[in-house]
């Protein structure tokens, strides 16, 4: 009876020890407001590639997964003070941000590209560039790739991409340099109808990685989560959801 009791006693445990490796829960930050990689839906609910390209991670590592939301500019702060796990928000691999977090590999590839409204002429070298209000998002590869390389330009930065479209539309920027993807879902509402691209992309080799804190072995989790569902066809099966063509 004893030795019984003693089995049961470590079948118990072992039962509650994976139930409680199953039941594993981690947070991913998004900053809900870069549409259509990351947004909120009329229920509030946060929706959007990089969600759903997270929530395919979690279940090839099965863990559960959460949200946690953040402004774009104190997200990497966040991420290190705990605030959640891992962050998948669209943000471009950079030697700046790698001294501050670690990165997975690419998830996706990005470019950048202008837009302006479509009934003016709009040239995008430096010399025609000179004296225009161009708008950026804040902390973006756009914003310094403007402040960089555009010295007679005046950059004008928000804290969301949705209100530099607001101040484009309101005729107080001659143009937006930002990510294609996120320009081209623009494009295609009813405020962006009177705006195109103009000129070729100006950058083509930005990366976009999940961010973990440094050294964290959750890293290489992620990639070979990310692996799993490029193989298997989900990553394919999200790109088309929101895209005619493959961004990765």
Excluded: H
Excluded at 21 to 31: D, N, P, Q
Excluded at 47 to 67: N, P, Q, S, Y
Excluded at 103 to 113: A, G, H, I, V, W
């Amino acid at each position: 009876m004893q030795n019984f009791k003693k089995v049961f006693l470590a079948a118990a445990v072992t039962l509650a020890f994976s139930a409680g490796a199953m039941a594993e829960t981690l947070k991913m930050g998004i900053e809900a407001a870069y549409p259509p990689f990351n947004n909120k839906d009329a229920s509030g609910n946060v929706v959007g590639f990089d969600k759903d390209i997270g929530d395919a991670l979690c279940a090839k590592m099965k863990v559960e997964c959460t949200v946690v939301t953040s402004d774009w500019d104190g997200i990497i702060p966040a991420l290190n003070a705990k605030k959640f796990d891992f962050l998948i928000s669209s943000m471009s691999i950079t030697e700046e941000r790698k001294g501050a977090v670690d990165f997975t590999d690419p998830y996706y590839s990005n470019k950048l590209q202008f837009i302006a409204p479509e009934d003016k002429e709009f040239k995008t070298d430096k010399d025609s560039l000179k004296g225009k209000v161009i708008g950026a998002q804040r902390a973006t590869l756009a914003g310094t790739f403007l402040e960089d390389n555009m010295p007679d330009v005046e950059v004008k930065l928000y804290d969301t991409q949705e209100n530099a479209y607001l101040d484009l539309t309101s005729g107080r920027l001659d143009g937006i340099l930002a990510d294609k993807y996120v320009n081209y879902e623009w494009l295609k509402s009813a405020a962006g109808k009177a705006y195109e691209f103009k000129g070729d992309p100006v950058e083509e080799s930005d990366k976009i990685g999940i961010a973990v804190r440094k050294g964290d072995p959750i890293r290489e989790k992620l990639n070979a989560a990310l692996k799993e569902i490029v193989a298997d066809g989900t990553y394919k099966k999200i790109n088309d959801k929101y895209f005619p063509f493959s961004i990765y």
